[in-house]
């Protein structure tokens, strides 16, 4: 079956500059997570959405990073005011409940 | 706080050695555990879970990992590596399908 995915899959952008980073995940899956992926950090939590319930967003790390979980279903994670320090590989994952979480492929962000 | 340490970062190895990689977690409650792996250019894969029962887990790819609840160790192991096994590898862990924690990686480069 088809798994998460994600897009773009490479995003240029120029510091300053706002991004929007798409989450598609398995059909189902209740749960929803977002990590990064960086040299100096390894993998990183960002923010979990699980149904209905208010997003944990302990993970994220400024208030330039936001989320949204439209429908139950796809998800935007959005970066604001773009920084060098910002260029990683974003990640999401979904799961069904208690169950293994399943990753996207990245979007491998660039940060001029 | 809760954290998953790996010791090896890069390991080489030959073809038909056998693999061990070390993985030690802190958590409080009832954690599961969980290796991932993402060969060269690919997304992260599960290669095998620990949630309960026989703390001996097998999973894909000939990989197996044990549990010591005793040592917080959950160890992944491989009889006889193949070059095709070339990839880095992440141990996790997390609570009741809340978010992973990831250790720091270990890169390992298996030569033909």
């Known amino acids: 079956g088809a798994g998460v995915s994600q897009s773009p899959s490479n995003k240029v952008t120029e510091k300053g500059k706002d991004v929007e980073l798409r989450c598609d995940p398995i059909?189902?899956?209740?749960?929803l997570y977002w990590y990064r992926q960086s040299l100096g950090q390894g993998l990183e939590f960002l923010i979990y959405f699980q149904g209905n319930s208010a997003p944990d967003k302990s993970g994220l790390p400024s208030d330039r990073f936001s989320a949204e979980r439209t429908g139950g279903s796809v998800s935007t994670l959005t970066i604001q005011r773009t920084q060098q320090e910002d260029s990683a590989v974003y990640l999401c994952?979904?799961?069904?409940?208690?169950?293994?979480?399943?990753f996207g492929p990245g979007t491998r962000l660039l940060v001029l | 706080a809760q954290s998953v340490s790996q010791h090896n970062h890069h390991v080489i190895l030959s073809e038909a050695a056998s693999l061990e990689l070390g993985c030690n977690y802190s958590?409080?409650?009832?954690?599961?555990l969980f290796w991932y792996v993402q060969y060269p250019g690919q997304h992260l894969q599960l290669l095998l879970k620990?949630?309960?029962?026989?703390?001996l887990v097998k999973g894909i790819k000939g990989f197996e990992a044990e549990f010591i609840k005793s040592k917080f160790s959950f160890n992944l192991r491989k009889p006889s590596v193949q070059w095709s096994d070339t990839a880095e590898y992440f141990c996790?862990?997390?609570?009741?399908?809340?978010?992973?924690?990831f250790g720091g990686g270990t890169r390992l480069m298996v030569k033909p």
């Open positions: 994952a979904s799961r069904r409940v208690q169950e293994t979480q399943y």
């Open positions: 958590y409080g409650g009832t954690v599961n």
């Open positions: 059909s189902g899956h209740t749960a």
């Open positions: 620990y949630f309960s029962g026989d703390p």
């Open positions: 996790a862990a997390n609570n009741a399908g809340n978010m992973l924690t």
